[in-house]
């Protein structure tokens, strides 16, 4: 049974950084892709990064400077960091596994990360 | 990058009939003769669910009553007939490019 699930803090302080953890389970992270995509609240989607499975990694230019995404294959996990955190960053964090064509076939349950004082 | 152009921006349909969302993609999202383009179904505090993926295949245990289409750069998402069960947001997403896009998302509601 494919699962991901989000780990983290729920709470940062501006200008700090945020590491989340995405757990996987019945996949192989040297099989899949897996993104990070967010969501503030009452707002839509926006696509962060990925990490391949092959190691490589591609960001969102908005965030790039920011922005780093790695894995531990062998603990099956996925690590975001996220430094010098505003509170616009306020959001859900999703971790989701891609398929073949870009879309994203499972999600985690996501994490709520607010940023403030 | 790619820009998603989603309408309306909510929709309130009587039960049982037709909801039609549109995408509009500000280039081709065509690869190998394949629309990358992909629908989410995002229930009210859930996580997004696929629901077509490559334009018009459903994902697996999707029902029939949601269907995609692709009319020059205008994609759209059919459901018919509406149930109560679909009140959520809608989101395409494009896969063909980076940085990867979402539509700005569709409030379905039952008039």
């Known amino acids: 049974q494919v699962q991901l699930k989000e780990s983290g803090p729920g709470l940062v302080q501006p200008s700090q950084t945020l590491s989340l953890t995405c757990t996987v389970a019945?996949?192989?992270?040297?099989?899949?892709?897996v993104h990070w995509v967010r969501q503030p609240p009452g707002k839509g989607l926006e696509w962060m990064g990925v990490i391949w499975n092959t190691g490589g990694t591609r960001y969102n230019s908005a965030l790039k400077s920011r922005l780093s995404i790695s894995k531990d294959t062998s603990k099956s996990q996925v690590f975001l960091k996220m430094n010098s955190l505003q509170t616009e960053d306020t959001a859900t964090y999703y971790c989701?596994?891609?398929?073949?064509?870009?879309?994203?076939?499972?999600w985690g349950q996501g994490v709520m990360v607010t940023v403030s004082s | 990058n790619i820009v998603l152009t989603q309408s309306p921006a909510s929709l309130a349909v009587i039960l049982g009939q037709k909801a039609t969302i549109s995408c509009t993609a500000s280039e081709s999202v065509n690869k190998f003769g394949i629309n990358l383009m992909h629908w989410y179904q995002q229930k009210p505090g859930q996580l997004p669910k696929i629901l077509i993926y490559n334009e018009f295949s459903r994902a697996p245990g999707i029902p029939a009553r949601f269907s995609g289409d692709e009319a020059e750069l205008n994609f759209t998402l059919t459901i018919e007939p509406v149930e109560a069960d679909d009140v959520a947001t809608y989101y395409c997403?494009?896969?063909?490019?980076?940085?990867?896009?979402f539509g700005s998302g569709t409030k379905l509601e039952i008039k």
């Open positions: 989701a596994r891609a398929a073949t064509y870009g879309y994203f076939d499972y």
């Open positions: 997403q494009q896969g063909l490019t980076f940085p990867l896009t």
């Open positions: 019945g996949f192989s992270l040297t099989s899949y892709n």
